[in-house]
């Protein structure tokens, strides 16, 4: 629904704004793209959206049965591995799918500035580059951003 496509906007305004980043000649140019960049970006909103949803169908979906208690109320209800009823499944997921969210996005948070910090001028880490020394020298962001770019483009792909 309206959230895929909420999700496929957001990454396609993140590509465009990274190569963006990575092709700026000025602070100002940079600074803009990120601004443009921090306005556009749904991503964190879109995908607990989805990791939420995911967990309540798939809890409602195939492990829920109904078992009528003594007042003979109908009660969602799944069955652990011996066989009793587990009325916390759902309750447990839900609560572990926001924190595996942000657990995956801390690792993204700490990884990303380590890529972006390999990949960012690396003549001045090797001169064997094979590399144009305009990358080099002029645009020394845009291979860091060229990847993140190709990684929004390949997660478009995949969402779509």
Known sequence: G??????????????VTSLWFGLSKSYAGALLARFVL???NTLS????????????????DS???????????????SRNN????????????????????LSIMMWGSALGPCMGGM?????????????????DDEYPFFLPNLVAFILCVVSMIAVA
Do not use: W
């Not at 909103?45 to 409602?60: E, F, L, T, Y």
């Not at 492990?63 to 209800?77: G, I, P, R």
């Open 2 to 15: 309206s959230t895929k496509q909420v999700l496929i906007l957001s990454l396609f305004f993140s590509a």
């Open 38 to 40: 921090g306005c556009s």
């Open 45 to 60: 909103g879109c995908i607990k959206r989805i990791v939420m949803d995911r967990v309540s169908s798939s809890a409602n």
């Open 63 to 77: 492990s829920a049965t109904h078992v009528q208690n003594d007042n003979e109320e109908e009660e969602d209800c």
């Open 82 to 101: 011996n066989g009793e009823i587990n009325n916390n499944d759902k309750e447990q997921k839900e609560e572990m799918a926001p924190s595996l969210v």
């Open 119 to 135: 990949l960012s001028n690396p003549g001045a880490y090797s001169k064997d580059t094979i590399l144009p020394d305009l990358i």
